[in-house]
């Protein structure tokens, strides 16, 4: 996970544990650039969740769907993944490495009320070949026989046993007679599968949201899983097309013309919002009606009148600066000014009798009255503009 250039390494564990719990909000706090990978589960963190307790919040969750089948094949990596309609968010997870140890398995969550007994303490694995490696390259320094399951894919002579032994602080090391290299034994007979599940339901939780199906992997691993998470993504965004908010002519604004002109200091024929429709603590909606006595269309093509993209992002800016000055208690007595404008793109004309829907959202919480957010301008479902604009509060000397 990266924002704002801080980076957070090996999620997937956490991340199941909050899907397997169906968290949607939390905060957690690290002093280093991973979490610690306890015994090599999700486990300990379900039960550190649910000391904690969880409350249940007001708002709807928002779930992606899968309304019809569709499939995936990452072919570098040889895994293949299915999603499917279904009643309740179900996995299944098929793996095979022609391993005599391992053989084929399968393992399958259908509820994911059954995820923190049936899967959430299942270990992560690796092959002997692959730890020798990683030791090799002074890597897995956290690692432990008592946080991975490591399946013995080769023959090991007892002077080899002892020197794992020592690389790992143990006063000596095993082979158990299912092949697997450690001094504890498996916690079900198809953990490595069991696991695997574990992954993909971490990995998906890179979404942000839960999903409302039945997805079947064959061979799945992290790369293949984001691969997967990424495509799932690109179909949610593609069915989000449209606003998030649903204008109904006859509803009464939280903001009308005069009291957005009592907060704002523009004025017409500079004030470009004629309403604010919703607002919450990370997010606003605007509106404004695009209609052919606005002045700048007596230069701008005239002929061919085309509200001016600048002017766009101006109004939604002054849809932000109604939320940034609505977090201070005296509102008219700061002032509103650009600090920066990103990634802005113009998708669509918008011309004389269009509506201009504007979302904004909150990227990150203010702090020192800087307010960053992304913004989404719409007419009917089609979106026109988008950008990413950075404004600072300062008060009126």
Same mark, same amino acid.
């Given at each position: 996970?990266?924002?704002?250039?801080?980076?957070?390494?090996?999620?997937?564990?956490?991340?199941?544990?909050?899907?397997?719990?169906?968290?949607?909000?939390?905060?957690?706090?690290?002093?280093?650039?991973?979490?610690?990978?306890?015994?090599?589960?999700?486990?300990?963190?379900?039960?550190?969740?649910?000391?904690?307790?969880?409350?249940?919040?007001?708002?709807?969750?928002?779930?992606?769907?899968?309304?019809?089948?569709?499939?995936?094949?990452?072919?570098?990596?040889?895994?293949?993944?299915?999603?499917?309609?279904?009643? =309740? !968010? /179900?996995?299944?997870?098929?793996?095979?490495?022609?391993?005599?140890? %391992?053989?084929?398995?399968?393992?399958? @969550? *259908?509820?994911?009320? =059954? !995820? /923190?007994?049936?899967?959430?303490?299942?270990?992560?694995?690796?092959? %002997?070949?692959?730890?020798?490696?990683? @030791? *090799?390259?002074?890597?897995?320094?956290?690692?432990?026989?008592?946080?991975?399951?490591?399946?013995?894919?080769?023959?090991?002579?007892?002077?080899?046993?002892?020197?794992?032994?020592?690389?790992?602080?143990?006063?000596?090391?095993?082979?158990?007679?299912?092949?697997?290299?450690?001094?504890?034994?498996?916690?079900?007979?198809?953990?490595?599968?069991?696991?695997?599940?574990?992954?993909?339901?971490?990995?998906?939780?890179?979404?942000?949201?839960?999903?409302?199906?039945?997805?079947?992997?064959?061979?799945?691993?992290?790369?293949?899983?984001?691969?997967?998470?990424?495509?799932?993504?690109?179909?949610?965004?593609?069915?989000?097309?449209?606003?998030?908010?649903?204008?109904?002519?006859?509803?009464?604004?939280?903001?009308?013309?005069?009291?957005?002109?009592?907060?704002?200091?523009?004025?017409?024929?500079?004030?470009?919002?004629?309403?604010?429709?919703?607002?919450?603590?990370?997010?606003?909606?605007?509106?404004?009606?695009?209609?052919?006595?606005?002045?700048?269309?007596?230069?701008?093509?005239?002929?061919?009148?085309?509200?001016?993209?600048?002017?766009?992002?101006?109004?939604?800016?002054?849809?932000?600066?109604?939320?940034?000055?609505?977090?201070?208690?005296?509102?008219?007595?700061?002032?509103?000014?650009?600090?920066?404008?990103?990634?802005?793109?113009?998708?669509?004309?918008?011309?004389?009798?269009?509506?201009?829907?504007?979302?904004?959202?909150?990227?990150?919480?203010?702090?020192?009255?800087?307010?960053?957010?992304?913004?989404?301008?719409?007419?009917?479902?089609?979106?026109?503009?988008?950008?990413?604009?950075?404004?600072?509060?300062?008060?009126?000397?």
């Amino acid at each position: 996970l990266e924002q704002n250039g801080v980076r957070i390494f090996t999620v997937e564990h956490t991340l199941a544990a909050l899907a397997g719990l169906e968290i949607d909000n939390v905060l957690i706090e690290l002093d280093n650039s991973e979490p610690p990978i306890m015994d090599g589960s999700s486990g300990e963190f379900m039960d550190a969740l649910l000391s904690v307790g969880t409350v249940e919040q007001e708002e709807d969750r928002v779930v992606f769907t899968i309304d019809q089948s569709f499939s995936f094949e990452d072919k570098e990596k040889d895994a293949r993944f299915m999603a499917m309609p279904a009643d =309740e !968010f /179900k996995v299944t997870v098929m793996i095979d490495y022609n391993s005599p140890v %391992l053989g084929t398995q399968h393992a399958t @969550l *259908n509820h994911i009320s =059954e !995820f /923190k007994d049936e899967i959430s303490t299942s270990r992560t694995f690796c092959f %002997l070949h692959e730890l020798e490696y990683l @030791l *090799n390259q002074n890597l897995i320094k956290g690692g432990d026989l008592d946080n991975a399951i490591v399946v013995v894919d080769r023959v090991m002579e007892d002077d080899e046993i002892t020197h794992l032994a020592k690389l790992f602080n143990k006063p000596k090391v095993k082979i158990e007679k299912e092949g697997i290299l450690n001094n504890v034994s498996l916690r079900h007979k198809n953990e490595p599968a069991r696991h695997k599940l574990l992954d993909v339901v971490g990995d998906l939780a890179l979404l942000g949201i839960p999903i409302k199906g039945h997805i079947v992997a064959q061979k799945p691993g992290h790369a293949s899983n984001v691969a997967f998470a990424k495509h799932v993504k690109k179909m949610i965004k593609d069915k989000k097309a449209g606003p998030a908010y649903t204008y109904d002519p006859g509803a009464t604004p939280l903001y009308d013309t005069q009291k957005i002109a009592s907060i704002l200091p523009h004025k017409p024929p500079f004030l470009l919002v004629d309403k604010i429709m919703e607002m919450s603590d990370n997010h606003v909606v605007g509106l404004k009606n695009v209609t052919m006595n606005e002045p700048f269309f007596q230069g701008h093509f005239p002929g061919n009148p085309v509200m001016p993209g600048v002017l766009q992002i101006e109004a939604m800016a002054q849809t932000g600066g109604i939320f940034a000055l609505n977090t201070v208690p005296d509102p008219q007595n700061y002032w509103t000014y650009f600090i920066k404008i990103d990634n802005v793109k113009f998708k669509k004309m918008v011309v004389p009798g269009d509506t201009l829907i504007f979302e904004l959202k909150l990227l990150m919480p203010i702090r020192r009255g800087i307010c960053h957010m992304k913004g989404t301008a719409y007419v009917g479902d089609q979106a026109v503009t988008e950008g990413e604009l950075m404004a600072q509060l300062v008060k009126k000397t």
